[in-house]
Each structure stands twice: as structure tokens, then as C-alpha cells.
């Protein structure tokens, strides 16, 4: 499992509104370019679903998603159908503001064609790095908008 960690001084209905607002994440993410909520969903809920789109150059792909855990103010994470990774957000206090992690697991093996492009190298080689390498951005990316009010 891979975690990332940064103190925010905001309250935490803030940083998680933030962090739930799965259509607004490409305002954060160097590779999440949104996200849409489909079927009868239209927020954050356990069992909701919503389709992620990303980028990394000229590469473009949808992901499936669904709602895994989903507590306000607390934790909000939610699983990848084709790359089986769960991706998650927990927010504990600290102070006057809070403590964001957002972590990211593998729990079982990614479809055939995720593991074709992750070996050709089209979206990047040492993947497992540039995903650590975008928490770290994600997450300064959230502390601004999340401290800016």
C-alpha cells in the first residue's frame, strides 16, 4: 500500500467535500482529469458509481469506479474495476485543521489490457512511482484550494 500524508489547516467538512467531489478532482490530479457520477447516483455514497477519465500526455481512458467507503469528515475511497486498485482519502484532526492521507492498494490483478499498457510504458515507466509522485501533487493541489476557503 502506498500513502501520502500533508497537514491542511482547514476544517474537515471542507477538505472532505473537497476530496468526495469526484467531477472537481482535475482541478487536483495530474492524471485525473474528473470524474461523473452515472446510473441513479449523483454524490458521494457507499455503493455509488461514477466513471474517472484521466490523462497522462497524450494518452486518454475512463475508468469505472465505485464507493467503497464514504463517512463526512472522515474517509472517502472507493475502487477501480479495470486496474483493481482501491484509492482513499482519510482525514483526521490535528490542531485547528487536519491531517489528509490519500492511499492507494491493489486488490487483485488488473484486466489484460490495463497490464498491456502498463508494460508498454504509454503511460509512464516506474508507474507505481508516478502514482506516488501525483498523491504528493493531489494533495498539495487540495491544501491550497482547501486553505484559500
Known amino acids: 500500500m502506498d500513502e501520502v500524508s500533508i497537514s491542511i489547516a482547514a476544517a474537515p ?3 472532505w467535500r473537497l476530496v468526495s467531489d469526484v467531477t472537481g478532482m482535475g482541478r487536483f490530479s495530474p492524471e485525473c482529469t474528473g ?11 457507499v455503493g455509488a ?3 474517472g477519465s484521466n ?3 497524450l494518452i486518454f ?14 474517509v472517502f475511497a472507493f475502487e477501480v474495476a479495470q486496474s483493481k486498485v482501491r484509492w482513499g482519502y482519510r482525514i483526521e484532526p490535528e490542531g ?5 492521507t490519500e ?13 498491456a499498457v502498463d508494460a ?16 504528493r501533487a493531489t494533495l498539495a493541489r487540495i491544501r491550497e484550494a482547501a486553505e484559500r476557503g
Open 35 to 45: 470524474g461523473r457520477w452515472v446510473g441513479p447516483a449523483s454524490g458521494p455514497a
Open 96 to 100: 485547528a485543521g487536519v491531517v489528509l
Open 120 to 135: 508498454s510504458g504509454l503511460v509512464g515507466f516506474r508507474r507505481e512511482r508516478l502514482m506516488v509522485e501525483g498523491m
Open 55 to 57: 490523462r497522462r500526455g
Open 49 to 51: 458509481r461514477f466513471r
Open 61 to 74: 481512458w475512463t475508468t469505472d469506479c465505485t464507493v467503497v467507503e464514504c463517512e463526512e469528515e472522515k
Open 13 to 15: 467538512g471542507r477538505v
Open 103 to 115: 492511499w492507494r492498494e491493489h486488490f487483485g490483478r488488473p484486466n489484460l489490457l490495463i497490464r
